[in-house]
């Protein structure tokens, strides 16, 4: 094996994105002699250091353009006041808010800022270092990291259809969607529709490698009726591997008394937005698109009655064909998500 190969496969190894014939590679060179073996340790503990480095210049950089935002805002309050009446203060504040910026950054507070709200949208964003060597340098020595937004969208049509929340892509340059169940591959997608008050999306797959979406296996339920209690599941990718999360509703309205909304007490985790709610026939009834961060287990879903009208539009274009078949009803739960899950996508926005 080359070692820029080696190099590839160990940064990966370590960013835990490797596929099974990867994996499978690597672990023949690593097998093959006790000096690949070393040779393997090595370069991990090199890549991992350049990660740590990267890291730390990274929060450097941001710690100065904090300063820099702040002494900018300081600018305008000495516009209003005289420079003699104000200087004390500012010397107080600007050691104060130093503080409390660099403590809430160090807890990740930046990251996650909307966790401290009691509605949050369920979008995941990731940081990545690099994706190569060459990206990790260059990493390294600019402040030029990757960045993407991280959700959940489901098949709806033969022609490559997919429903997700509108709040994952509304600032997209490019969207990108990789089926569960072949990781390997990502496709381009654009928003060909959207809800803006009602939080729902359409993307259309517009890769040159996608052919179609044959035999979807679910139906969506506009009708369906809200009943305290009733079981209820989702799929989603809450991880960089798809999730399974189950539980039953309970409330008949969402946030706030919102009555395009449920509550479900399905556990989510950001990257769940967009996950398509199941009843235990197999039927879509909702779109999970936030969460009450004050209540454990409190989960909002759009009733699936608010796809009827955005769904109508689009099948009245020829080009988009909207007929789904529910041939999972009478399966057992386990039967159902088997044959659900190869048409749940994971989506990255960047």
Same mark, same amino acid.
């Given at each position: ?159 490559? *259809?997919?429903?997700?929340? &509108?709040? /994952?892509?509304?600032?997209?340059? @490019? ?5 569960? %169940?072949? $990781? #390997? ?42 009943? *305290?209690?009733?079981?209820? &599941?989702? /799929?989603?990718?809450?991880?960089? @591997? ?5 539980? %039953?509703? $309970? #409330? ?47 989960? &909002?879903? /759009? ?11 689009? %099948? ?35």
């Amino acid at each position: 094996m080359k070692n820029t190969r080696l190099i590839e496969l160990c940064e990966k190894y370590v960013n835990d994105c490797l596929n099974e014939q990867e994996k499978n590679e690597l672990q023949l060179f690593v097998n093959a002699s006790e000096s690949n073996k070393q040779l393997f340790e090595e370069n991990l503990n090199f890549i991992k250091e350049l990660n740590n480095f990267g890291k730390y210049y990274l929060f450097e950089q941001n710690v100065k353009q904090v300063s820099r935002q702040y002494e900018e805002s300081f600018k305008n309050v000495r516009k209003q006041f005289t420079l003699s009446s104000v200087i004390p203060y500012i010397s107080v504040a600007a050691v104060s808010i130093v503080a409390v910026l660099f403590t809430l950054y160090v807890s990740g507070w930046f990251s996650y800022k909307q966790q401290i709200q009691a509605y949050r949208q369920l979008s995941n964003s990731i940081t990545t270092i690099s994706k190569n060597q060459k990206s990790l340098w260059n990493t390294l020595f600019s402040t030029n990291e990757i960045t993407y937004v991280r959700g959940t969208a489901f098949a709806i049509s033969s022609d490559g *259809l997919l429903a997700t929340s &509108y709040h /994952l892509v509304k600032d997209y340059d @490019s969207v990108l969607v990789i089926n569960a %169940s072949d $990781s #390997s591959v990502k496709m381009h997608a654009k928003l060909v529709a959207c809800d803006k008050n009602l939080d729902i999306a359409i993307l259309k797959i517009s890769d040159s490698v996608f052919a179609s979406i044959k035999n979807i296996p679910y139906s969506i339920n506009y009708n369906f009726p809200v009943e *305290l209690g009733t079981y209820v &599941y989702s /799929l989603g990718f809450s991880k960089s @591997s798809i999730v399974f999360g189950e539980g %039953s509703i $309970s #409330s008949f309205t969402g946030f706030n008394e919102d009555t395009n909304s449920i509550q479900v007490s399905i556990p989510t985790n950001p990257g769940n937005s967009g996950s398509p709610v199941f009843n235990q026939y197999g039927e879509v009834i909702g779109i999970i698109c936030g969460k009450n961060d004050g209540k454990e287990g409190s989960t &909002y879903a /759009l009733h699936s009655k608010v796809l009827k009208n955005i769904l109508d539009s689009l %099948s009245n274009n020829k080009f988009n064909r909207i007929y789904l078949k529910n041939t999972i009803k009478y399966l057992p739960k386990n039967k159902q998500v088997s044959k659900i899950v190869p048409y749940i996508f994971k989506i990255e926005i960047y």
